[in-house]
């Protein structure tokens, strides 16, 4: 008799031990009979599902299914009388609420004293956080793809047209590093900002650093954040017009002076600009903002300069007046003198910048600054 009381309490210490490691799980634990009747409810069962116990016990589990899921529960409770375990899956089940959420399920056969199977236990762990992590992966290596086959075009394009102006192996390859370079230069903002878009302050001092003479270079204009596509092709640019002047004008001289201002304005404003020169479809069919770059720099005329010389084989030519402003939906003017050089772009200012809901750039804020 007192080895039958002592049995009896040690099972009470074990259902206590048991009911205590079920309430306090972050998972929802749920039994149910052969009918799929539930019969125990845990409090992790109460905040995944928003079902109270007093709710979900006497219930069907079927509430929890979607519809086009009701027929997982027949197939479960087939193996389950069965004697089988179904192992951890992924599937769907709805919230109170009539939400959605991702779950993986394990359930097991319920036994009573005679071993005869009387029902299932499931064990259900939310997956949403780890589904939409894995969504956000493929989602992020697709737009990868997406721009490293970009890129490719891009230097491709390079290599191409600057072997159809050098006939020097070394003026080629050094010519390919360094726009490359630039490239990666681009590249290295947008990564730091998680695909954010860059600073165009923060883009032209990264392109113009590597020539020094900061003190010759002043910027103006209102903080912007560039979209990824205008890093990219003002990058390229920004590198194309710092090279030919520290080879042949203001950047290469003591007394040069390089000012690029940007301004924005209304569509009307940027053809008046504009003057004769033409523009794209993409930028007359805006209609709103316009966003609008000068680069001027003067210097002293160097003996012999007869003004030609924008990188010298002629790759920059086509990515100031045909390469970047035709990818903004924009148009530019390039003008060349003597000891001075002007580069106007105009382009849509949706094309350029990042939208922020309810922020419009202010045209009068940052004054100019040295870099």
Same mark, same amino acid.
Do not use: C
């Given at each position: ?131 939409e992590s894995e969504r956000r992966i493929r989602l992020l290596m697709r737009e990868v ?43 290295d903002l947008l990564v730091t900002s998680e695909w954010a878009g860059a600073s165009l ?47 042949? =004008? $203001?950047? &290469? %001289? ?7 201002? #940007? +301004?924005?304005? @209304?569509?009307?404003?940027?053809? *008046? ?8 479809? =993409? $930028?007359? &069919? %805006? ?7 000068? #680069? +001027?720099?003067? @210097?002293?005329?160097?003996?012999? *300069? ?66």
């Amino acid at each position: 008799m007192t080895d039958t009381k002592g049995s009896n309490r040690l099972d009470m210490l074990a259902d206590g031990r048991l009911a205590a490691i079920v309430d306090s799980s972050f998972d929802a634990i749920i039994s149910k009979d052969l009918n799929s009747i539930i019969t125990s409810w845990n409090l992790a069962a109460e905040r995944m599902f928003g079902y109270s116990a007093d709710e979900a016990v006497g219930q069907s589990i079927l509430m929890l299914i979607p519809d086009h899921l009701k027929g997982e529960e027949t197939e479960i409770i087939r193996r389950v009388r069965a004697g089988e375990r179904v192992a951890s899956y992924e599937t769907t089940r709805r919230r109170k609420d009539g939400a959605l959420i991702s779950v993986s399920l394990t359930v097991s056969p319920i036994k009573n004293a005679n071993g005869e199977i009387v029902g299932a236990s499931k064990i259900a762990r939310d997956i949403s956080a780890a589904k939409e992590s894995e969504r956000r992966i493929r989602l992020l290596m697709r737009e990868v793809n997406h721009r490293v086959k970009n890129q490719f075009a891009v230097i491709l394009s390079m290599v191409r047209e600057t072997s159809k102006r050098s006939s020097d192996p070394r003026e080629f390859e050094e010519l390919i590093r360094a726009r490359i370079m630039a490239l990666s230069r681009s590249h290295d903002l947008l990564v730091t900002s998680e695909w954010a878009g860059a600073s165009l302050f923060d883009l032209i001092q990264e392109h113009l650093k590597p020539f020094g003479r900061e003190e010759q270079i002043l910027l103006s204009g209102p903080v912007l954040t560039l979209q990824s596509n205008a890093v990219q092709n003002l990058g390229m640019a920004f590198h194309e017009l710092g090279t030919n002047s520290s080879k042949y =004008g $203001a950047l &290469g %001289s003591e007394d040069g002076r390089v000012e690029i201002t #940007w +301004t924005i304005g @209304s569509g009307a404003q940027g053809a *008046s600009v504009q003057g004769a020169g033409a523009r794209s479809a =993409g $930028a007359q &069919g %805006s209609g709103g903002r316009e966003f609008q770059m000068l #680069w +001027t720099e003067t @210097s002293t005329p160097r003996p012999g *300069s007869n003004g030609d010389e924008i990188t010298r084989k002629g790759f920059g030519t086509v990515v100031l007046q045909r390469v970047a402003p035709q990818s903004l939906g924009g148009s530019a003017e390039l003008e060349r003198s003597p000891g001075r050089l002007h580069w106007r772009l105009s382009a849509p200012l949706a094309s350029i910048i990042v939208p922020q809901a309810g922020v419009d750039a202010d045209a009068d804020a940052a004054p100019g600054f040295g870099i």
